[in-house]
């Protein structure tokens, strides 16, 4: 709205062409309120130990100050100077992480060991518009060189991070308590959805293959995959503890390759099904999807089958198919937690405990790395499929 | 060069080629003629293997192609289809390409047969190299497809309803151009069409069918004026004559005379137009201007096909 309608005003000459893209100005204004109203509710909450109840604690005078100056700065700056709206909201970012790392400090300062200071509702309110404001900031300077500092709050909030200066914190409290094991239930869930994603590749990708000549055969194919799609992920993973503990006690060699009915033998089966079906369908509805003149004409051309596929065929299915995989990968990620409650291990452990025990740190713990690996993984592969697409000349 | 020796198509009981014997001429185009439906695709398409006959066989200078490997076959036949068929992830470049990089040519040379032939079918090689199939238009695309089918310079083209996506200007420049193109290539080309203008006009031959059956093979003369069955007269219609004269130039029917005092034309015009104009003017004989410069003159017994036919056996 009110940026919208007076674009570039301080930078007209290089920048008088600004094309600020309709919505962007209401997307500022829905970055600020979050980031007033957190700034003055309670920011950390501080118990004697991580179960019992405790106190809010709100941000001294000075803080809630600066506070309200960051929350209304990247709408400011879009308007000024709009170039540099993306480190406006990059400064509010860090702010907020600062800010908790001196609350969270001098909330348990001299409080006994067992003491935690954990975030209240005002940080996350906060973080929730400054990340609403990275995002209308990268909108503001998309295709510019300038987008980048939307980014540009990753270094100091790592650094802030590894300093310890969030060390106060309880989910750190928690994650360097965890330590080793954090890290080793991290590897665990890469390797859940590594291994799932793999083997339904292997499975899926030729399957897929076979499938999309033969109209019989994709319907059955596709049919089946979306019924395993359909299953809720812990019905599945119950439904196969029965039939892999038989195996088990039916062939104890089975049973020394680590095949039993809980563990990881049932999630891995469990995650392959689950992201069979993009795959596959994916797979075959781009496989078909390649015109029939392009065929016609690359087999009058004197191509050989084995050709045909490599040159043409899987060229031109490449990106829709990736998109497929892309899919699978994110959806594992999160099927991947559910599988800890059969005793698969990974992030979801943490949630689980920290569930069962009411602590939000632990739960914390496991969701948001969770969360942060599907978000990852979903722009890594998004960036392979633009990068394929332009390559053969699908993409934008 | 081409000879069908009773070549069969059935696809359950019924026959989609039946019997079909015919010889291609080298060097010439023969139009592959008929209603939608008569088997002109089916019988394109057993020539080069994309289907296989149910019975005869085909002879391709004097070899049965069934001694062939099918993709050895097909890459020394040119094959140009109605839906063009780009690869669209690939340039045009790339497309041009396929058949010699197929045939292992070094890259060299096969940069300057793309370039070669770009410049044959009328696109600027440095223009049009490095574009996509997506930035061209449907005659620039067909120009393409064209040069694609005679990158490996096949001695046969196959081409199924080539012109068929085109608006009629773009279809009109293209038959043009690769009139041109046969002028000076003399390929042995099947050209399939249901368009009884387009084959008068590029065929030096024309294989007439009708529900899988061959209903007459001959010069465009040879069908107009000595039709072999009632069928043959009906699908060229009554007005055959004028629909081969307006795929000839007035020019090629002038002879010397005195231009004084008649209506005048430009060479350029076709010959129905020509008889149109006549018919407007109340002349049966017109100017023929090239540039302005009298030519000479137009006569409407010069017109009647019977004249002219004599002409072009005296000559
Ligand atoms: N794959 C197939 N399966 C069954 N019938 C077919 C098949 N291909 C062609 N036919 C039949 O064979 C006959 C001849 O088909 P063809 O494609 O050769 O016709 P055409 O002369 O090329 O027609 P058009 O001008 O419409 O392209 C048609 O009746 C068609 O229905
Ligand atoms: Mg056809």
């Given at each position: 709205m009110s940026v919208s309608g007076q674009p570039g005003a301080g930078v007209r000459g290089a920048y008088a062409p600004w094309s600020v893209p309709g919505g962007t100005g209401t997307v500022l204004v829905l970055a600020t309120l979050p980031m007033l109203a957190g700034t003055l509710l309670p920011w950390v909450l501080l118990r004697p130990n991580r179960l019992a109840p405790g106190d809010s604690l709100r941000l001294p005078p000075a803080l809630v100050g600066a506070g309200l100056l960051l929350a209304a700065l990247p709408l400011l700056t879009a308007r000024l100077f709009p170039r540099l709206t993306g480190l406006a909201a990059s400064l509010a970012v860090v702010a907020g992480f600062w800010a908790l790392g001196t609350q969270t400090q001098a909330a348990v300062a001299g409080q006994a060991p067992f003491a935690r200071a954990s975030a209240a509702s005002g940080v996350w309110l906060f973080w929730l518009g400054a990340g609403i404001a990275t995002y209308g900031a990268g909108l503001l300077t998309r295709s510019r060189p300038e987008r980048w500092l939307a980014w540009a709050w990753g270094p100091p909030v790592a650094a802030l991070f590894l300093s310890g200066h969030l060390n106060a914190w309880s989910v750190l409290i928690e994650g360097r308590s965890e330590g080793p094991r954090w890290v080793q239930e991290l590897g665990q869930h890469l390797r859940l959805v590594g291994e799932g994603l793999g083997l339904a590749l292997l499975i899926g990708v030729p399957l897929a293959v076979w499938a999309s000549g033969r109209e019989r055969a994709a319907g059955t194919v596709l049919g089946a995959a979306n019924a395993v799609q359909t299953l809720p992920s812990l019905a599945l993973l119950g439904l196969l503890i029965a039939p892999l503990s038989a195996l088990a006690n039916a062939f104890p060699a089975l049973r020394a390759l680590g095949i039993s009915g809980i563990g990881v033998a049932p999630a891995l089966t469990a995650l392959t099904l689950y992201a069979l079906l993009p795959i596959l369908r994916n797979g075959v509805v781009a496989l078909r999807g390649v015109p029939s003149g392009t065929l016609d004409a690359a087999r009058g051309m004197g191509m050989t089958p084995a050709q045909l596929f490599w040159r043409v065929r899987l060229p031109l299915a490449l990106p829709v198919w990736l998109s497929g995989v892309r899919q699978a990968a994110v959806l594992l990620v999160g099927v991947a937690a559910v599988a800890a409650l059969i005793g698969a291990g990974g992030l979801g452990t943490y949630i689980f405990k920290g569930l069962q025990s009411a602590a939000t740190d632990l739960i914390l713990l496991g969701a948001v790395p969770a969360a942060l690996l599907a978000l990852g993984l979903d722009a890594a592969l998004r960036g392979l499929e633009r990068l394929l697409g332009r390559h053969f000349g699908r993409g934008p | 060069m081409i000879e069908l020796q009773h070549l069969e198509r059935r696809y359950g009981d019924a026959y989609a080629v039946r019997d079909l014997n015919l010889k291609f001429p080298e060097g010439e185009l023969t139009a592959l003629l008929g209603p939608s439906g008569c088997g002109k695709t089916t019988t394109l398409r057993m020539i080069n293997r994309l289907t296989e006959p149910s019975a005869g066989r085909v002879l391709l200078g004097g070899r049965d192609t069934r001694d062939l490997r099918p993709e050895e076959l097909r890459r020394g036949l040119g094959y140009v289809i109605q839906q063009i068929g780009l690869f669209p992830h690939l340039t045009v470049a790339q497309n041009v390409a396929t058949v010699p990089e197929l045939l292992g040519w070094d890259r060299r040379r096969t940069a300057r047969r793309v370039d070669d032939l770009l410049e044959l079918v009328g696109l600027d090689p440095a223009v049009y190299r490095a574009k996509k199939p997506g930035e061209l238009s449907g005659g620039q695309a067909q120009r393409v497809g064209v040069a694609r089918a005679l990158a490996a310079d096949p001695p046969v083209l196959l081409m199924d309803e080539p012109f068929g996506a085109l608006d009629p200007l773009a279809r009109d420049r293209l038959q043009d151009a690769f009139k041109d193109i046969q002028q000076r290539l003399r390929k042995t080309v099947v050209l399939v069409t249901h368009d009884i203008d387009e084959a008068l006009r590029l065929g030096d031959r024309i294989a007439l069918m009708h529900a899988g059956t061959l209903a007459q093979f001959g010069t465009p003369d040879d069908l107009i004026?000595?039709?072999?069955?009632p069928f043959v007269r009906h699908f060229l219609g009554e007005d055959a004559v004028l629909r081969q004269l307006a795929g000839r130039a007035a020019a090629e029917f002038v002879r010397p005379g005195d231009p004084a005092g008649l209506p005048r034309i430009a060479d350029t015009l076709d010959a129905r137009s020509a008889l149109g104009v006549m018919l407007r003017e109340g002349s049966d004989a017109l100017a023929v201007l090239r540039e302005g410069v009298p030519l000479g003159v137009l006569r409407w017994d010069d017109l009647r096909v019977r004249e002219a036919q004599a002409r072009k056996a005296q000559a």
């Open positions: - | 004026h000595r039709p072999a069955s």
